[in-house]
């Protein structure tokens, strides 16, 4: 299935103000890998997010998804291919009601009637929300907006699922239930954040951006026992594998150490 | 500021009431806003000092109202936020323009009330129009219809934009004016200063955020035209309404009626 792989090679994007914020990314994304992108601020994750739905070009390399490179005429078919959920759910819902919400992507594929009907019922059931179809988004509550978000996405059917922080400004049950929600998606995911706990659940893959390069790229867990690395890219290991605050006895360590 | 932003805020569900499903919601938008164009062209045509003719015309908004579920004291209060512009507009008429037009008695009411009430008048009617139509049909399926009307797409798609960005900028309004306020005590921090800084730093915040809207209107397939759910068509029934409508506000533009009752009544009278 060709269709669901990302190809990058030799990314670089320079801004018009001259900052250089990806200088040579290439990275291979299969089908159904589920990817963290982690890095410091500014290092540019949120640059190379933006480069995989065609909204910022690159200054030079190439990207390929699935069997498109990347062009100006193959935009259509690469935004439908990749959904992407931004980081402030206020930005991506615009429209009076959930439900035009939802139904705005599947009216711009051109679908009409009761498959518009079907989708946006089908999306907001997936993500929990279908109670919330007739109000309007600025009366969510920032964990509802959130899954709206999610369900405006997947009811363009993608295949690859794009997220800017997922869990950012969640309350911690709503962060857990969104992580619930994610494992249950068989797409193939990339995901930055810097909630790094949520990276080590979610993501077998984790990439580490640092100063617009790849500074790692391999096993999560590898990745984040690796304190060195972690530290010159102005990372830190993720709670759950720092020792415990009274005791300083590290649960998740000693486990794999047996 | 506050004012302001609640005020924006429940303008917003004035697009939730076109999601009813009364008769009149289910007609294509583009019978609602013909009928609409009519009457404002019906009202605004008549003469300066008309007033007597204008009331008939209330008729429309009234109807609109009971049939399409629309709560009267809401609408009311929208069109009330409009009216300190249409006064601003005609206040001077009574000082330019003092001629004696109506004797009542001892009271002479000069040309320059009557054609300042006029102004009044026609604006709540024609106010009251353009609301009673979003609230039928929703910004985007007005917009929808004038495109199908024959407005150049490019022209319907910024109005769509126009719209939204009124809700943004005072959103982004609100919340820079509000942390202006929490750290300036007392006037100092209110100057004219801080208040340019804060204009110039709201453009470029609203352009920020609008830009960010278009991106997740782009990834989600946005191609420059816009879709509202079920294609309409223009059936017998939208050309009823539009043929029934358009008649009566022609009838009531050529014939004063409530000079007519008042003739009628004084020659059984007489």
Same mark, same amino acid.
């Given at each position: &299935? ?13 801004? #018009? ?27 540019? @994750? ?26 100006? !005429? ?71 907006? @959130? ?30 239930? $969104? ?13 930055? =954040?810097? *909630? ?56 998740? $360590? ?5 | &500021? ?12 004035? *697009?939730?009431? %076109? ?12 019978? @609602? ?8 062209? #019906? ?46 507009? %005609? ?13 009542? !008695? ?11 009430? #006029? ?73 004219? %200063? #801080?208040?340019?800084?804060?204009? =110039? ?13 278009? &991106? %997740? ?14 294609? @309409? ?35 059984? $009278?007489?």
């Amino acid at each position: &299935m060709s269709h669901h792989i990302v190809d990058i090679v030799d990314l670089c994007h320079t801004y #018009s103000d001259g900052t250089e914020a990806l200088r040579g990314v290439s990275v291979r994304i299969t089908h159904g890998e589920s990817v963290a992108i982690i890095g410091a601020n500014g290092t540019g @994750k949120s640059t190379l997010l933006l480069h995989l739905n065609g909204y910022l070009t690159a200054t030079s390399g190439t990207i390929r998804i699935g069997d498109f490179p990347l062009t100006k !005429g193959t935009l259509p078919e690469i935004r439908r291919t990749v959904g992407m959920v931004f980081q402030d759910p206020d930005d991506q819902l615009f429209m009076p009601t959930v439900y035009d919400d939802v139904a705005f992507g599947p009216l711009n594929l051109g679908l009409v009637g009761t498959d518009v009907d079907q989708r946006v019922g089908d999306a907001l059931e997936r993500v929990g929300a279908a109670h919330l179809r007739t109000k309007p988004p600025y009366r969510l509550s920032g964990g509802e907006k @959130k899954r709206v978000a999610i369900a405006t996405v997947l009811a363009m059917s993608p295949d690859i699922l794009v997220m800017d922080e997922p869990t950012s400004g969640l309350d911690p049950y709503g962060r857990r239930q $969104l992580m619930q929600l994610l494992k249950e998606f068989h797409h193939t995911k990339i995901f930055t =954040s810097h *909630d790094l706990d949520m990276v080590l659940e979610l993501c077998p893959r984790t990439i580490i951006l640092h100063r617009g390069m790849i500074a790692a790229d391999g096993p999560t867990e590898e990745i984040f026992l690796n304190t060195a690395l972690l530290e010159e890219c102005h990372l830190e290991q993720p709670l759950s594998m720092q020792g415990c605050p009274i005791c300083n006895r590290n649960i998740l $360590l000693s486990c794999q150490l047996k | &500021m506050r004012y302001i932003d609640g005020a924006v805020r429940d303008f917003k569900n004035l *697009d939730l009431l %076109a999601t009813g499903e009364t008769a009149i919601h289910r007609l294509d938008a583009r019978a @609602k806003v013909i009928v609409t164009l009519v009457f404002i062209i #019906s009202v605004v045509s008549f003469n300066k000092y008309e007033l007597t003719a204008l009331f008939p015309f209330f008729i429309y908004p009234a109807v609109m109202m009971a049939l399409g579920n629309l709560p009267a004291g809401y609408m009311a209060g929208k069109i009330v936020f409009v009216l300190p512009f249409a006064l601003a507009v %005609a206040i001077f008429n009574p000082l330019f323009d003092q001629q004696v037009m109506i004797q009542l !008695g001892p009271f002479g009411i000069s040309g320059g009330w009557i054609s300042c009430a #006029s102004v009044v008048v026609r604006s709540i009617l024609t106010v009251g129009a353009a609301i009673i139509l979003v609230g039928l049909t929703g910004f985007p399926g007005i917009c929808k219809a004038l495109e199908q009307l024959g407005m150049p797409q490019v022209f319907a798609v910024q109005l769509l934009f126009l719209y939204r960005y009124i809700f943004v900028l005072t959103e982004e309004g609100g919340r820079a004016s509000r942390a202006r306020e929490l750290r300036s005590f007392g006037e100092k921090g209110l100057s004219l %200063a #801080s208040y340019t800084s804060l204009i =110039s730093h709201l453009l470029l915040r609203t352009w920020q955020r609008a830009e960010r809207i278009h &991106m %997740a209107m782009l990834a989600r397939g946005f191609t420059g035209e816009f879709h509202t759910g079920q294609p @309409k068509q223009f059936g017998g029934r939208e050309l009823f309404f539009v043929i029934v409508w358009s008649a009566i506000f022609i009838a009531l533009r050529l014939q004063n009626i409530p000079q007519l009752i008042g003739t009628i009544v004084m020659r059984m $009278l007489s």
